[in-house]
C-alpha cells in the first residue's frame, strides 16, 4: 500500500519561500508521474504541478514561474520550491501521482500559510 507523508509547510510572509517535501513508500516510486497538489479552505483540490518520470515539468497558471518541482528517485521523495508567495497560495498541500491511481492513498498533507 502506497503511502505519502507530506513535511515543509508553514507560516511564511508574502513574498517569502518554502520548500515541501514528500516521501513515498510502499510502491516503485520512479515508475510514476507525480504532482503537488492544494486545497484551500471552501474549494476543491487543484494540482499545481506534475513531474513525469523522465522529469518533465508542468505548472498551473497560478504558481508558473514561481513554483518548481522536482523529484529524486533514489530517495523516493518530491519536492516543490515555493518562492514569491502569495496569500492566495494557503491551502493544504499535497503529493500524489498523476494522474490519481489510488483514490485511497492521500497522505495528510501539509499546511502552507502566507500572510499579507
Known amino acids: 500500500q502506497v503511502q505519502l507523508v507530506e513535511s515543509g509547510g508553514g507560516l511564511v510572509q508574502a513574498g517569502g519561500s518554502l520548500r515541501l517535501s514528500c516521501a513515498a513508500s510502499?510502491?516503485?516510486?520512479?515508475?510514476?508521474?507525480m504532482g503537488w497538489y492544494r486545497q484551500a479552505p471552501g474549494k476543491q483540490r487543484e494540482i499545481v504541478a506534475r513531474?513525469?518520470?523522465?522529469?518533465?515539468?508542468s505548472y498551473s497558471d497560478s504558481v508558473k514561474g514561481r513554483f518548481t518541482i522536482s523529484r529524486d528517485n533514489a530517495k523516493n521523495t518530491v519536492y516543490l520550491q515555493m518562492n514569491s508567495l502569495k496569500p492566495e497560495d494557503t491551502a493544504v498541500y499535497y503529493c500524489?501521482?498523476?494522474?490519481?491511481?489510488?483514490?485511497?492513498?492521500w497522505g495528510r498533507g501539509t499546511q502552507v500559510t502566507v500572510s499579507s
Open positions: 513531474i513525469t518520470t523522465s522529469g518533465s515539468t
Open positions: 510502499g510502491t516503485i516510486f520512479s515508475a510514476w508521474a
Open positions: 500524489n501521482t498523476a494522474p490519481i491511481t489510488n483514490p485511497n492513498s
